[in-house]
């Protein structure tokens, strides 16, 4: 798919509306009187942006407890330092004046959002219980708690009560920019990027203000690359963090390109962007697995270990323990791989028992790692609850190792179809088509996929990559005869899993 910088139906005008130029030149008037660098405000005019790998962050006026609170308040990124004085000055407030329905509310967002930034699911049923005192305080019109309610769902990759509560914040006051992020995460989650798109849709035609216009600008970056249009996602991302007021929120958006440059097998710019956001905030919580999956991948080895190991220190993710594993596993060092996957293991159960879903990683793992039916079994049940394209590739692959190849493909497809996943642009996705294809005896799609799965992304998987280039080998090269592509056909062979 050839990236767009402009698309019909994208909502990126060539021209931003006059409403929003008027808006900006308020900021930009605001800036110079405030003496701040007029360059840093510029670079919100999409006809004037400059697109350095690493702008420097807009000074906060204020310090990491005021700052937490407008992040809380905003959806927006905040400092580890901060959200932790936040949430002991805001339990002190409920402690004096328990009926104070917004108190709660804030106390249960910083809840959730403590708890993703350090990955200890213990603070989700506390952010759980904040937020449900508060709407029995207030009511059900209570947008905050809805709002925070919402980010825990999302939090807990619980995606339809994530939709169900943006959907009432939403219809509760319809003009709030932050009702919509929730929505478009919980939309695509379940699979639904028409809605994700009709959603970003209205945001961006939301009169924001600065202090918000960089997280409307992640948000989009998300639905763009879930439609694999790279390019504009880094313009937005790029943008995004150019305009950040604090190091954190800098951070959060310098990390998503980096993401994106590690999904298109740029190492030193993924590199890069990591660092950058570890300077500016080493608590940031997916900037050390990044590096460390960089630094493997340019055959840094003991450094992307040491990397790993630190990231883990701070946050034992089970998604980076199964990374680690595979490396380990990767080198031949079996020992040390068993040791992260029962720390995966260890982890996913904290992680459930604070009401987080973990049935997507569990099967994945098991799939790869232990018994591909239990992968199935499980997958199948998250199919029917939240059908995302994550879950479609997952389930497609589990029902492979289960010798299942026929009703994989199925599932491989629809994870790869651009009419029904959204057109992300994912190497291990066509990793799992081009393999399944490949076990049917459809040797042109397979090296296709295969070969488009190392076109994407060479350095995707330290175990799948080496089985990419040798099926690829045993595949040989095309007869003279086989069509250039047979898209349609290969939908057609696959046919429309069952949700």
Known sequence: MNDRLCEPGTSRPARPPRRFRRALWRVLVAALAGGVVAGA?????????????VAPAVPPAAGPLPQALTAVTYGVPAALPGLTALVARQEQRVRVRPRDARAWAVLGAAYAERGRRTGDAADYPR?????????????????????????????RRDFPTAKRYGEEALKAAPGRWSAYPPLIDAYTGLGDHKAAQRTLDKLLGLRTGAQVRPAVMARAAAVYRDRGWREDAVAQLTDAAAAARTPAEQAAWLTGVGQLAWERGDLPDALRHFEAALRLDPDQPAAPAGRARTLAALGRTPEALSGYRAALARQPDPAVLLELGELYESLGQER??????ARLRAAVRRAVAGGVDEELLIGRFEADHGEAPDAVERLRDEWRRQPGTEVADALGWALHRAGENEEALAYASAATDKTKAGGVRSALYAFHRGVIEGELELYGPARRHLEEALRINPYFSPLDVPVARTALRTLGEPPPDEPPGEEGVEGEEGGEPRR
């Open 41 to 53: 405000v510029l670079t919100l005019l999409p006809q004037e942006r400059r697109r350095p790998a």
């Open 336 to 341: 040390l791989a068993a040791e992260q996957y």
């Open 127 to 155: 952010a759980d219980r904040a937020l449900r005192t508060s709407l029995e305080v207030r009511g059900t019109r209570n947008t905050e708690a809805l709002d925070g309610l919402a980010a825990l769902a999302l939090a």
